[in-house]
């Protein structure tokens, strides 16, 4: 069975910075990719940043120069470092890990961005 398991959501001020974790556990074969996505309310959810196992970012439009993915192969987490925070970037951030065996999903955390 597979976890992954997010922290690191909150309240921030427009211009704020936060950092998002996620640990992967269990029997995960072959991480290809981990990354992030977002939902916000009455949206879709939409691609956030991706890092592949072979070092390689992607970013979305949106948050490009202000976001930054980063990985721990040993450990199985990423990480998200949000700066310059603004209101649309309110939404429920969710893990994501592209392996072997399958897609898995975290159960979100909350990240709103509020005067």
């Known amino acids: 069975q597979v976890q992954l398991v997010e922290s690191g959501g909150g309240l921030v001020q427009p211009g704020g910075s936060l950092r998002l974790s996620c640990a992967a556990s269990?029997?995960?074969?072959?991480?290809?990719?981990m990354g992030w996505y977002r939902q916000a309310p009455g949206k879709q959810r939409e691609w956030v940043a991706t890092?592949?196992?072979?070092?390689?970012?992607l970013y979305a439009s949106s948050v490009r120069g202000r976001f930054t993915i980063s990985r721990d192969n040993a450990k199985n987490m990423v990480y998200l470092q949000m700066n310059s925070l603004k209101s649309e970037d309110t939404a429920v951030y969710y893990c994501?890990?592209?392996?072997?065996?399958?897609?898995?999903w975290g159960q979100g955390t909350q990240v709103t961005v509020s005067s």
């Open positions: 269990g029997s995960i074969f072959s991480i290809a990719a």
């Open positions: 890092r592949t196992s072979g070092g390689n970012t």
């Open positions: 994501h890990v592209r392996s072997g065996n399958g897609d898995y």
